[in-house]
Every structure is written in structure tokens, then in C-alpha cells.
């Protein structure tokens, strides 16, 4: 008797079956796997191609010169990985933090090499390595003889090992989704928007945006100390850097000096405002029937919508959500004079907005409230923080105040 569309099984058989876990059903074929002839290996080309590729862990890099940089690819694809989408292409440097981004209308290995042959027009120093993980897009024959013709040392790092990459995989969340979030982005159109946006925060983040730096790592038993560099741009970087020449320094610095980060905020919010338009016009579902995209609500959305970001085989459940309150506020009659305190006086600490109180109501107000008072205040000052970045008016300002702001977002 032989069905290969059903089986009619005993239900007993059947119960005592679906009881059975993967390991227990292995067991039970595995004189039947090795007794049946071995299916014919293959993908022998695409093997030798990546062993042809030296691999390279993030032990390796020791104190690399500028130039030596790190690639990934980040997916817009949306919701749904169905058809055609815009990609971008990332380096890093490993030696100042310095970043390229630049979009890729599909994903294909001969486009990508014309990418990066115009993104080394850009960058202030020769592109001395190129370190990608082990996409098909990367391990191919066209980028590796393109390295090899162009001088380029081409690794890799091992599969499925994302810290190898780390300086890249870091800069793929705090400026390419920072900047355009999780939204689905496809066409022509939307890749030339790319490239402006990326063209205008290419400046505002090599030359705007501190960043740390990990200078020693020791470990004592379970616990592990780290030391940090002082906060730098990847442009101060690369001044501070002795084997920049004199000639890179010198175009850094003429360049630096026609930059005005106001006006680099407001090229970026009308770029992020075109690829909402595009956006929504291609995904008209997303948004109601006769409603405007809103740009507001676009920079808004970047602050979660990492949380709802790419999911990978080794990403961890989501953390419960912190309780609530559980007790009356002790601050509740207070809140909005010590908010207008806060307004009136941003400088102030949670201390002395204490005392304020305690000077009007010593009895009502005990120093146990200090670490609320704190908390209250420390709210207060996101909220301010969030409003300077994400508030689309903030990035507008008037040519007269320019200096100022440039002070303030640079500090």
C-alpha cells in the first residue's frame, strides 16, 4: 500500500508521531539516511571564491591607517521583502569612524563596484581595505578582481559572527535608520532622494557628530572594564591623526570652514520630506485617503521604529515593559511650578529645585523626594533634547542666529 499524497495511519501511530521531538526522529533515520546515496555536493565554485577571501575577526584590527573600512548593505525593503527595493551601501573607517553612505537602486554586484568607485571619489583619504561580511553581493569575482586591479585589500568576516563588523553594523543604526527608518523605499526617484539625503548628512555627521571611542578593554573575572577617548568628530580624528597628510588636512579644513550645520539640518529635513511623499505615494495604503504626509510624524516614528526594526535568528524577546506607578505622586500639586522653574531656569539641579520647595513647604516636601524631583527633571530635559533634534522648526533658523546654533549643536 503506497500513497505518497496521504497516509491512513493508526491514530494511536499518529498521536505517538506528533509526540515526537526533531532529536528522537533523527535517531530514527539515521540508518536510513546513511544506507541511501549521498546527494551531490555543490556550490564548489562559490566556496573556493571565499576561500580566495582572506577572513579578518575584529581582533584583527590592530591600528589600522585611515582608509581601511568596513561595508554592509541595509535593506529597504518595508514590511514585506517582495520584489524590488533601494538598498544602501555603508563604509566605515576603522581608524576615525569616518562614514559613506549611498543608495543602491537593486542589489546587484556590477552596480554595487560603480557605487564605490564613486563613493572613493568623495572621501577624504585612499580606500587602502575593503572588509564586507559574506553576502553574494560582496563574494563575487567582479568586486574581488576590482580589489585586486585597484589595490584594495578585500577580507571578510566569518559567518554569522556580526561583531567582526562592528564599526559598521554600529553606524547602520545611528545614521542610516536614524535618518530613514524602516519604511519601504523603491524606484528611481527614491534612489536619487537617497543620494541627496546622504550627500547633505555625510557632512553633518563626519563633521558635526562626536562620537566615543574604545581606547582599552581589560576583564577581571566576570566584570569588563572599558576606557574611552575623548568625544571627537571623525574630521577631528582625522586632523589629530599623524599619518594624514598635509594636503588632506588642508581641504579638510577649507571645507569645514564653508559648513553650516543649520543649513546642512535643513537640506536633510527636505530630503527626509521627499522620500515621505515618495514613500507613501508608492504604499498609498499606508496613509489615509486625502491626508498629506507629515513630516512631523516621519521624524517622530525614527525614535521607536528601531524597536520594530530587522529581525534575526539571534534577536532576543523584547524586555516586559516597566510597571507603572504604584503610589499617589507626591509631586502632583507641584508639578507645574516646578516645570516653570525648570523653563525659567533650565540649569538648575534636582537640589536646588528641592530646596525651592522645601523653602515654601519644609514639612510637605522631605529630602527622600530628592531622587523624584531628579527624575522629573531629567524627563523634562529629554523632552527639550528630542525637541531640538526631531523638531523639524528647530532645523529652520534665521541667518542671523547662525553662529549661535552652530555653537549649541556642536557642544
Wanted: charged share 25%; glycine share 4%.
Amino acid at each position: 500500500m503506497e500513497n505518497h499524497g496521504h497516509l491512513d495511519l493508526d491514530p494511536a501511530i499518529k498521536a505517538k508521531l506528533l509526540q515526537m521531538i526533531a532529536a528522537t526522529i533523527d535517531r530514527a533515520l539515521r540508518t536510513v539516511r546513511e544506507a541511501s546515496p549521498k546527494a551531490r555536493r555543490r556550490g564548489v565554485a562559490a566556496t573556493a571564491l571565499r576561500r580566495s577571501v582572506p577572513v579578518r575577526t575584529f581582533t584583527d584590527w590592530e591600528d589600522p591607517a585611515p582608509g581601511h573600512m568596513e561595508a554592509d548593505l541595509v535593506s529597504h525593503s518595508g514590511p514585506v521583502a517582495k520584489g524590488s527595493w533601494a538598498w544602501t551601501l555603508t563604509l566605515t573607517d576603522v581608524a576615525t569612524g569616518w562614514t559613506e553612505c549611498a543608495p543602491l537602486l537593486v542589489r546587484e554586484q556590477t552596480l554595487l563596484v560603480a557605487v564605490l568607485s564613486e563613493v572613493r571619489k568623495l572621501m577624504p583619504f585612499p580606500l587602502l581595505g575593503f572588509d564586507s561580511d559574506n553576502d553574494s553581493v560582496f563574494i563575487n569575482e567582479t568586486l574581488r578582481d576590482y580589489c585586486a586591479a585597484t589595490g584594495v585589500a578585500f577580507t571578510r568576516c566569518r559567518p554569522y559572527r556580526k561583531n567582526d563588523q562592528a564599526w559598521v553594523e554600529q553606524k547602520n543604526g545611528s545614521v542610516v535608520r536614524r535618518l530613514v527608518g524602516y519604511r519601504r523605499f523603491e524606484g528611481l526617484e527614491t534612489a536619487r532622494v537617497l543620494g541627496e539625503l546622504y550627500a547633505t548628512s555625510r557632512l553633518f555627521v563626519n563633521f558635526f557628530q562626536p562620537s566615543f571611542k574604545l581606547a582599552e578593554k581589560q576583564r577581571d573575572g566576570a566584570k569588563v572594564y572599558k576606557r574611552y577617548h575623548a568625544p571627537a568628530t571623525p574630521y577631528q580624528r582625522l586632523l589629530d591623526e599623524p599619518r594624514t597628510s598635509e594636503q588632506t588636512r588642508q581641504q579638510l579644513q577649507e571645507t569645514a570652514a564653508k559648513l553650516d550645520p543649520v543649513r546642512l539640518l535643513r537640506d536633510i529635513r527636505a530630503a527626509q520630506q521627499k522620500l515621505v511623499v515618495l514613500a507613501d505615494t508608492v504604499a498609498p495604503a499606508a496613509t489615509a485617503e486625502g491626508a498629506q504626509p507629515s513630516l512631523d510624524a516621519f521624524l517622530s516614528s525614527l525614535k521607536t521604529l528601531w524597536q520594530d526594526g530587522e529581525a534575526r535568528p539571534t534577536a532576543t524577546d523584547k524586555p516586559p515593559q516597566k510597571r507603572g506607578r504604584r503610589r499617589p505622586d507626591p509631586l502632583v500639586e507641584v508639578t507645574d511650578q516646578l516645570k516653570t522653574w525648570f523653563m525659567e531656569e533650565p540649569w538648575r539641579s534636582g537640589r536646588e529645585l528641592l530646596e525651592k520647595l522645601q523653602a515654601d513647604a519644609p514639612d510637605d516636601y522631605p529630602e527622600n523626594l530628592l531622587r523624584t524631583v531628579q527624575r522629573r527633571l531629567k524627563g523634562w530635559r529629554s523632552e527639550q533634547a528630542r525637541a531640538l533634534v526631531f523638531s523639524s522648526n528647530s532645523a529652520v533658523a534665521s541667518e542671523g542666529t547662525a553662529g549661535a546654533a552652530t555653537k549649541t549643536d556642536v557642544a
